[in-house]
């Protein structure tokens, strides 16, 4: 918004009168126009794909995946906007690109197949469904956001022929958050670094995720896995105790962040790193957890010691004013984090992996599914997109 704002009052043409309807409708169309472009070239310019590649690394598609994003794409999306910025109110620009936004959630479904007539000219469930697949006839089709007229006019529209797998054609192989959100990052540091000539090394940055040498802009089609539906998703299994135990952690930790933003403005800027840290390394310990990782028990038990260190001094110098929280909820979360630290400290002196049990000590605590897809990962499996293309550089994870 700082970026639109600045153009709008440095260089504007004219201003669009905030009253009339035709402004609004003008805009609508406007910012629906823009996002189709942006993300068109969000899946053709590889370094935009990095960050918008968070977003289809999913294997499911429900409304979560609406909300898995990118920490960085907005610094790459605003500059598809900037031209409304000429004319548009940045009032108006904003309700129509939260409009954008929020109508793109609901699309995430796979409960409603069709919505009739309207399949022509709005962008719904089926025709997102397809944006979303590593099928073949799915690859590079239906960008747009409110819209599909765009798709239709601009040749990248396609419908829902068959049942749609979904994620990378690649797939991450991973539940850890920092993993998704720069894996990409590294591959093209990679590609960058073993591509020979300094034109080429350019072209690795703004051309498509499939692209090599000898290649078209964004690779070729024949380079992508051909799958079908029913495909394997990655899924190493955790029993129901770890499931519960992390949705009852995740409850806790979106109580203390809907804590820090209400009060956010009072809280210092030392404070507000020290809890962006802590909700960063919480998902990652049950990103771990899920991934079967050898030092999973100890992250975890980690975090609950310096999440009981940390309550215990709340209890003796309570924060004041709006900062304070309730004593019997500071001590029942205590108690928790407490428990849970007995829980993870035995785990890990056991030096076993929290699947181990007491009939099979003796087995290793990575299931062979896990081993299967560790091995993939160990031969490059950073997220591609768009005509995908192996390269043939060791990697390794951890």
Not at 73 to 89: C, D, E, H
Not at 119 to 146: A, F, M, W
């Amino acid at each position: 918004m700082f970026a639109y704002i600045y153009v709008y009052d440095h260089w504007k043409l004219f201003t669009l009168p905030w009253n009339s309807p035709w402004t609004w409708l003008i805009c609508f169309i406007g910012v629906d126009f823009c996002y189709y472009w942006f993300h068109r070239m969000a899946h053709e310019v590889n370094v935009i794909w990095a960050a918008h590649q968070v977003h289809h690394s999913s294997e499911e598609y429900n409304f979560t995946t609406a909300l898995r994003q990118s920490v960085v794409q907005n610094y790459t999306s605003i500059v598809f906007y900037l031209p409304l910025a000429l004319a548009v109110p940045p009032p108006m620009y904003m309700v129509h690109s939260q409009f954008n936004l929020l109508y793109q959630f609901w699309i995430h479904t796979e409960i409603v197949h069709s919505l009739g007539p309207l399949e022509y000219i709005l962008n719904t469930p089926s025709h997102h469904r397809v944006h979303h697949g590593r099928n073949r006839y799915c690859i590079d089709k239906n960008y747009g956001g409110t819209l599909i007229i765009w798709d239709r006019l601009f040749g990248t529209f396609t419908p829902e022929t068959e049942e749609v797998v979904y994620g990378l054609t690649h797939p991450v192989a991973s539940f850890d958050p920092n993993y998704i959100q720069w894996c990409h990052y590294m591959h093209i540091l990679r590609m960058t670094w073993v591509t020979p000539g300094l034109l080429n090394k350019l072209w690795v940055l703004l051309k498509g995720p499939g692209w090599v040498p000898g290649k078209s802009r964004l690779g070729c089609i024949e380079d992508i896995p051909d799958v079908h539906a029913p495909a394997e998703k990655y899924d190493p299994g955790v029993p129901a105790w770890c499931n519960l135990y992390c949705m009852l952690h995740m409850a806790i930790t979106v109580l203390h962040y809907d804590h820090a933003v209400r009060y956010r403005e009072e809280m210092s800027a030392v404070l507000m790193l020290v809890l962006s840290v802590h909700f960063v390394y919480t998902l990652t310990c049950f990103g771990a957890l899920f991934d079967h990782r050898n030092r999973a028990s100890l992250m975890e038990f980690g975090r609950c010691l310096y999440c009981v260190v940390a309550a215990g001094y709340l209890e003796v110098f309570p924060p004041e004013g709006a900062l304070a929280m309730s004593t019997l909820l500071c001590r029942a979360v205590h108690f928790v984090f407490v428990a849970s630290l007995l829980l993870w400290g035995m785990q890990s002196l056991r030096h076993e992996g929290f699947l181990s049990t007491a009939d099979d000590r003796r087995k290793p605590a990575v299931t062979h599914t896990q081993e299967r897809w560790e091995s993939k990962r160990s031969i490059t499996t950073a997220t591609y997109g768009s005509g995908g293309h192996r390269l043939n550089v060791q990697s390794k994870r951890e």
